[in-house]
Every structure is written in structure tokens, then in C-alpha cells.
């Protein structure tokens, strides 16, 4: 079946996520002028006499459908051209190109039934080159279809596909977006994730903003955006999923297992498996912001590569909390990093420009793009982190500000007790700087309300490994080893109160 693509129209920001996110969104947003009016509208037609009858759906007999297989044990995509004597496979309906490239105004926005853009599938990249004589000619390495999510996007095309969990039943859940742009040239696929959180917002906002500005003609390789990961959270401003469960602490999942843990199997199968290297992007939690940062395992060679493609970002080491899509990615081969920027439940600007320039620089680095336009390279700085708590409960002020530079000793912020007046002072324990911090609120005791990093040591940091290996999980044939080749695990580096 091909996932049906909608077009947009691009209004505030929110309602575009939110129609970027939902098909069904879409269906009912353009369908409100008509239900503005039904009266009129059934009078009218009634007039004309052209009223239709309402299909008869038996609603007192139960449908039975035949099981399909899990989602996790799904048959593995090959691709064809990954060797020369792949298995034969279904044919998969082509995806639309939907030219993400260019700006979408409103007054302009295709009609829903409008033909699709067809662009001639001819790829001049991929076309053998003659010499001169005709005689000699020189395989140029192709650019390869990419085939997921029940559709195959050839070389040159930019679409939306959408990405449903099995365990959802029908109408009640609408599917997630996933914008994808294949480029002409061959090259890795960068997958960015956001929303896995869904009050955290920075991060739609800059997967919008990436995959908007790409042209498939110009790109060498693959970019799959998810603006929203977590769907059911980002309708209900939440963090969580319906039960309450947190997503990232279910990856890569289990078929078999809860609801959480479904979703987070099929995602992690239908689309993680399909990249090269993936960023995560987050915000604090908890009303906590955090400076712009990566968080990645720096024993890992590759994923200090990946930091180093960001520019001038500052660096976490932390190998991942069990259950998040980084580690389990990580652990299944694919280098990724966290991307934290910002608050939730806010948007701020200078969070997601950073966060977007620091993507751009990554895909300049990756050579996936030429259009050279940002930081030259400055090094990204490694930090160790701790954080400080408040030992008192009360409202908390600050008295520095996030990215600012402590000294043991210093004052970070008072937390003062509404009903005694007793106020508490929160210091610094070591010299560093402030990576994450409270908002000012309400806070229990315990509150962990001062991230501080404090710089790593040298010899923590693996020399940079390229990035891309050669194909993708969803490629290779299943290891069962794969969770037996990380480098370390350093739990010691847990972020306790703010975990991606
Ligand atoms: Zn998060």
C-alpha cells in the first residue's frame, strides 16, 4: 500500500508539526470549512437530491483479519545493488518527489488532488561516462534507491513517508511523518530523530529546518528526518507516551513485549536500521534548559568523528542510559549522538540555530553536502559532568546563567523556603562549566538543579574513526554479536537528573 503523502500549507509553527505529523491531521483540518456548515451544506444537497448513502458497516459483527508477522520480525530489506546476487524482492511503489527544497506559501500549496511532481528518473550522476572515442567507458559508483517503509525513494527525491507501530489499532492513532530526501549521489544516510520526548519541541523545529533546505539533485547520500518520533506525547505536551512510559528507556524493543517497547521495536526496525549514523535531538527536562551539546560515547572512535563534524558544539561523554535510541543504535553499530538544545515545552531560537548550523556543518563534513557556509571547524570542548542538587526544598533563583564558567565556591543560585523564609545557598563544588540548569520554580530536595562539565582528560577521548561503514543494519545480516562490541561502559557517567 502506499502510504498516502499529504501536502501542506504551512500556517503557525505548531500547526505545522502538527500537520507534518499527521496525515489525519491534514484530512481534518481541510475538511473543518466544510463541517463549519453542515446544515446548510446536507440542506443544500439534499435539495439537489444528491445525497449519498452511508456505506452499511455491520457494526455487530466482529472483522477478522489474518495475523501478519510482528513488526520486528519483518523480513529484512536487501538492496540489490549492496552485491551483485541479492535475493530476488518484491517490487515496492515508487515515492513521490515532493521537492522539500523549495518553499512552501500558502496561497500557493498544491490542491490535495493534484498531480504529483514528476521528475525525469533519469540520473545523469549514475550514467556511465564515455571518453571521447566512445570506446572506454567509466562506471561512476551509483547512487542506490532506498527502500523503506513499504515505498522505494530512487535517487533524486525528496518525499514524506509515514511510519505506523503495528500494536496501534486503526483510527485511533495517526501515523508519523518521515521526511526523506535520497540524494543523486551515493553516499551514507544521516538520520535525525526528534521528539522522541514529546514536549521536547527545539528539535522539530530544527529537523524542519534541515530537511526543508536540501536538494536531492545536490546531496550525496540520504537524509531521513522524524520531526516527531513520539506522537501520542507531542499531542498531549507530554513526555511520555499514553502509559505513562518514557520511550527512550525502551530501544531497540521487543515485539513481543509492552506497548512501549513495541513502538520502540518497529521504529527501531522500520527506520534506525536503515541509518548510517543517527542524531537524537532532546531538550532538558523537567524545567531545566540545557546549553546546546552532544552526548555521545567518546571511547567510541566513530562517535568522536561524528562530534567533531558538529563544529563548535561542546561534548558530553556519556555512554547512554540503557533503554535510549542512542545506546541502542550504538550498540547495534550505528554511531549516534544525542543533540540536547534548550528547554521543553518551549521553543527558543538560538537553540534551534545552533542546532540546525551544527547538522549543516555535519553533513558538510560527512561530504554529503558541498554548500560550505558555517563555523570553519572550531574543536568542539569534552566535558565529564556532575550535577549539583538542592538540599532544601523551596523556589529556586539563579545566579548564573547556562554556558557561563564556575569556580569552586561560587554562588549558582538560593533556594528559599516559601512558608519559613530560610534561604539555602547552592555553591559550586567544582570548577567547570554550566551545561544544564532549573528554570526558576518550585523544587523539592533532591532536585538536581546544576549541570556542570568539567573538562575531560585526553586520554578518554578515542582518536576519530570515520563514520559510515559500508551498508546499514538493515542491510547487514543479522550479528548476533553486535551487542557484545561496545567499547566500554561507563555508567559512572549517567546524567542522573537529566538524562536524553
Ligand atoms: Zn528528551
Given amino acids: 500500500m502506499i502510504p498516502r503523502l499529504f501536502p501542506s500549507r504551512p500556517r503557525r509553527l505548531l500547526s505545522l508539526a502538527l500537520i507534518l505529523a499527521s496525515a489525519q491531521a491534514w484530512a481534518v483540518s481541510a475538511t473543518i470549512g466544510e463541517q463549519e456548515k453542515p446544515n446548510v451544506k446536507a440542506q443544500e444537497k439534499e435539495q439537489e437530491g444528491v445525497?449519498?448513502?452511508?456505506?452499511?458497516?455491520?457494526?455487530?459483527?466482529?472483522?477478522?483479519?489474518?495475523?501478519?508477522?510482528?513488526?520486528?520480525?519483518?523480513?529484512?530489506?536487501?538492496?540489490?545493488?549492496?552485491?551483485?546476487?541479492?535475493?530476488?524482492?518484491?517490487?515496492?511503489?515508487?515515492a513521490e518527489n515532493l521537492q522539500l527544497d523549495q518553499p512552501i506559501n500558502e496561497l500557493e500549496a498544491p490542491p490535495s488532488n493534484k498531480e504529483p511532481q514528476t521528475r525525469p528518473t533519469v540520473d545523469t550522476s549514475t550514467q556511465p561516462e564515455s571518453s571521447p572515442t566512445g570506446n572506454i567507458s567509466i562506471e561512476v559508483e551509483k547512487a542506490k534507491p532506498l527502500r523503506l517503509l513499504g515505498a522505494e525513494v530512487?535517487?533524486?527525491?525528496?518525499?514524506?513517508?509515514?511510519?505506523?507501530?503495528?500494536?496501534?489499532?486503526?483510527?485511533?492513532y495517526s501515523p508519523t511523518a518521515v521526511l526523506v530526501v535520497n540524494g543523486a549521489k551515493p553516499g551514507p544516510v544521516l538520520c535525525l530523530t526528534a521528539a522522541v520526548h514529546g514536549?521536547?519541541?527545539?528539535?522539530?523545529?530544527?529537523?524542519?529546518?534541515?530537511?526543508?533546505?536540501?536538494?536531492?539533485?545536490?546531496?550525496?547520500?540520504?537524509?531521513?528526518?522524524?520531526?516527531?518520533?513520539?506522537?501520542?506525547?507531542?499531542?498531549?505536551?507530554?513526555?511520555?507516551?499514553?502509559?505513562?512510559?518514557?520511550?527512550?528507556?525502551?530501544?531497540?524493543?521487543?515485539?513481543?513485549?509492552?506497548?512501549?517497547?513495541?513502538?520502540?521495536?518497529?521504529?527501531?526496525?522500520?527506520?534506525?536500521?536503515?541509518?548510517?549514523?543517527?542524531?537524537?535531538?532532546?531538550?532538558?527536562?523537567?524545567?531545566?534548559?540545557?546549553?546546546?551539546?552532544l552526548r555521545g560515547d567518546l571511547t567510541n572512535p566513530r562517535i568522536v568523528k561524528m562530534t567533531k563534524g558538529f563544529g563548535s558544539t561542546v561534548v558530553l561523554h556519556s555512554a547512554g542510559a540503557k533503554g535510549t535510541l542512542r545506546r541502542a543504535a550504538v550498540d547495534a553499530g550505528i554511531p549516534t549522538v544525542t543533540l540536547?538544545?534548550?528547554?521543553?515545552?518551549?521553543?527558543?531560537?538560538?537553540?534551534?540555530?545552533?542546532?540546525?548550523?551544527?547538522?549543516?556543518?555535519?553533513?558538510?563534513?560527512?561530504?554529503?553536502?558541498?554548500?560550505?557556509?558555517?563555523?570553519?571547524?572550531?574543536?568542539?570542548?569534552?566535558?565529564?559532568?556532575?550535577?549539583?542538587?538542592?538540599?532544601?526544598?523551596?523556589?529556586?533563583?539563579?545566579?548564573?546563567?547556562?554556558?557561563?564558567?564556575?569556580?569552586?565556591?561560587?554562588?549558582?543560585?538560593?533556594?528559599?523556603?516559601?512558608?519559613?523564609?530560610?534561604?539555602?545557598?547552592?555553591?559550586?563544588?567544582?570548577?567547570?562549566?554550566?551545561?544544564?540548569?532549573?528554570?526558576?520554580?518550585?523544587?523539592?530536595?533532591?532536585?538536581?538543579?546544576?549541570?556542570?562539565?568539567?573538562?575531560?582528560?585526553?586520554?578518554?577521548?578515542?582518536?576519530?574513526e570515520e563514520v559510515i561503514p559500508e551498508e546499514t543494519a538493515a542491510q547487514k545480516p543479522q550479528s548476533p554479536d553486535a551487542q557484545k562490541t561496545r567499547v566500554s561502559d561507563n555508567s559512572a557517567a549517567d546524567l542522573q537528573g537529566d538524562e536524553d
Fill in 51 to 94: 445525497i449519498s448513502k452511508a456505506e452499511n458497516l455491520q457494526l455487530d459483527q466482529p472483522v477478522i483479519t489474518e495475523l501478519g508477522p510482528p513488526t520486528g520480525a519483518a523480513e529484512p530489506i536487501i538492496d540489490t545493488q549492496a552485491n551483485g546476487e541479492a535475493p530476488p524482492q518484491k517490487s515496492l511503489p515508487q
Fill in 154 to 172: 530512487t535517487p533524486a527525491t525528496s518525499t514524506r513517508l509515514a511510519w505506523s507501530p503495528s500494536q496501534h489499532f486503526e483510527g485511533v
Fill in 199 to 293: 514536549d521536547e519541541l527545539n528539535g522539530v523545529e530544527t529537523v524542519r529546518r534541515v530537511m526543508y533546505d536540501l536538494d536531492a539533485e545536490q546531496l550525496s547520500g540520504a537524509v531521513i528526518g522524524v520531526p516527531i518520533v513520539n506522537l501520542q506525547g507531542f499531542h498531549r505536551s507530554s513526555r511520555y507516551l499514553t502509559d505513562r512510559r518514557d520511550l527512550n528507556r525502551h530501544f531497540p524493543g521487543d515485539p513481543n513485549g509492552s506497548s512501549a517497547s513495541r513502538i520502540a521495536n518497529s521504529f527501531f526496525h522500520e527506520v534506525i536500521s536503515h541509518c548510517n549514523a543517527v542524531v537524537d535531538l532532546h531538550t532538558g527536562s523537567f524545567y531545566r534548559t540545557n546549553l546546546p551539546q
Fill in 340 to 464: 540536547e538544545a534548550g528547554a521543553p515545552m518551549v521553543l527558543d531560537e538560538r537553540s534551534v540555530s545552533h542546532s540546525v548550523k551544527g547538522i549543516r556543518t555535519l553533513l558538510n563534513q560527512l561530504g554529503m553536502v558541498s554548500k560550505f557556509r558555517l563555523w570553519g571547524d572550531p574543536e568542539p570542548v569534552y566535558y565529564n559532568s556532575t550535577w549539583q542538587r538542592a538540599s532544601t526544598g523551596g523556589i529556586i533563583f539563579s545566579e548564573v546563567q547556562l554556558g557561563e564558567f564556575v569556580r569552586k565556591g561560587d554562588l549558582l543560585g538560593t533556594v528559599t523556603n516559601p512558608i519559613t523564609n530560610v534561604r539555602t545557598e547552592i555553591r559550586s563544588q567544582h570548577n567547570g562549566r554550566i551545561l544544564g540548569m532549573a528554570l526558576d520554580q518550585v523544587v523539592q530536595p533532591g532536585f538536581a538543579a546544576y549541570h556542570i562539565g568539567i573538562q575531560a582528560p585526553q586520554e578518554q577521548i578515542s582518536p576519530p
